[in-house]
């Protein structure tokens, strides 16, 4: 009877194993939406009980119905900005990656550029961006500059963090083995950056909307930001919440591009 009854035991254990990963999954996924719901139907709910006025908080239904209606003017304004975050996204953390580079490799650069990056970081975006649209114009230059600007410097400070995060006994190490600083960079040093670096690609896969959007503040006919400025003085709230949670939802789709990235590229 032991010989029979050792593969259903085997079988039922690997099935009660496989059970709360799959719950764990699930709840990991139902948590946070069924609380989104909530604060949904809570809001739809106040908003009708208490008789806001729609240009103030518009119900998430009116929400609904507008961005169903105004679906072809929002993608209208969609595309620019998605082109602009993408363009200034790759653009500023491409900067910041060969900068913190060369910064590992010379410390005389770090000493000399570093500060001005720190202190380029500490003016606010928005009385940056005026500047920025004034010598590239009202057109896409500017967005894209402002975007890459806001991203630069997060990536800057965690790429070179994980450009050094070798330690000096295994830097000693290579050296005693004969490595070239290639080898040292490609087999070392990239390979501890990467978590680093995806962090802050993390960041700035929302924070390159924001410079976007703030750069169409400034001045664009076109463009999410453009179309929360013009909604909001033709106070129609509800084409505006729309507008803003398209944006948020553009941020998201690129943090969880970014996510899905680094899980195939850092393995360990």
């Given at each position: 009877?032991?010989?029979?009854?050792?593969?259903?035991?085997?079988?039922?254990?690997?099935?009660?194993?496989?059970?709360?990963?799959?719950?764990?999954?699930?709840?990991?996924?139902?948590?946070?939406?069924?609380?989104?719901?909530?604060?949904?139907?809570?809001?739809?709910?106040?908003?009708?009980?208490?008789?806001?006025?729609?240009?103030?908080?518009?119900?998430?239904?009116?929400?609904?119905?507008?961005?169903?209606?105004?679906?072809?003017?929002?993608?209208?304004?969609?595309?620019?900005?998605?082109?602009?975050?993408?363009?200034?996204?790759?653009?500023?953390?491409?900067?910041?990656?060969?900068?913190?580079?060369?910064?590992?490799?010379?410390?005389?650069?770090?000493?000399?550029?570093?500060?001005?990056?720190?202190?380029?970081?500490?003016?606010?975006?928005?009385?940056?961006?005026?500047?920025?649209?004034?010598?590239?114009?009202?057109?896409?230059?500017?967005?894209?500059?402002?975007?890459?600007?806001?991203?630069?410097?997060?990536?800057?400070?965690?790429?070179?963090?994980?450009?050094?995060?070798?330690?000096?006994?295994?830097?000693?190490?290579?050296?005693?083995?004969?490595?070239?600083?290639?080898?040292?960079?490609?087999?070392?040093?990239?390979?501890?950056?990467?978590?680093?670096?995806?962090?802050?690609?993390?960041?700035?896969?929302?924070?390159?909307?924001?410079?976007?959007?703030?750069?169409?503040?400034?001045?664009?006919?076109?463009?999410?930001?453009?179309?929360?400025?013009?909604?909001?003085?033709?106070?129609?709230a509800p084409l505006l919440y729309a507008t803003v949670f398209l944006s948020s939802g553009l941020s998201v789709f690129?943090?969880?591009?970014?996510?899905?990235?680094?899980?195939?590229?850092?393995?360990?």
């Amino acid at each position: 009877m032991a010989t029979v009854d050792l593969p259903l035991d085997e079988e039922a254990q690997e099935h009660n194993s496989s059970f709360p990963l799959f719950s764990e999954r699930f709840m990991k996924v139902a948590i946070p939406v069924g609380t989104a719901v909530a604060l949904i139907a809570i809001w739809q709910l106040g908003v009708r009980i208490f008789e806001v006025p729609t240009y103030i908080a518009p119900a998430p239904s009116d929400v609904a119905a507008e961005f169903y209606g105004e679906f072809p003017l929002l993608m209208r304004n969609f595309w620019p900005t998605l082109y602009e975050s993408i363009t200034g996204f790759v653009v500023g953390n491409l900067a910041a990656i060969l900068i913190a580079i060369a910064f590992v490799h010379s410390k005389g650069v770090e000493k000399a550029f570093f500060p001005i990056a720190v202190f380029i970081n500490t003016i606010p975006i928005l009385a940056i961006a005026p500047i920025l649209v004034l010598i590239f114009g009202a057109g896409m230059t500017a967005k894209v500059v402002i975007a890459a600007l806001i991203c630069f410097f997060p990536t800057l400070v965690n790429m070179v963090r994980g450009l050094q995060a070798v330690t000096p006994q295994t830097l000693e190490l290579a050296r005693i083995l004969s490595a070239s600083k290639s080898e040292i960079f490609w087999k070392m040093r990239l390979p501890s950056s990467l978590p680093f670096l995806f962090s802050a690609l993390k960041i700035a896969a929302t924070t390159c909307v924001i410079g976007a959007i703030v750069g169409e503040w400034i001045g664009a006919d076109l463009g999410l930001g453009a179309l929360i400025i013009d909604s909001t003085f033709n106070f129609r709230a509800p084409l505006l919440y729309a507008t803003v949670f398209l944006s948020s939802g553009l941020s998201v789709f690129l943090f969880t591009t970014v996510s899905v990235i680094e899980k195939l590229v850092v393995r360990w």
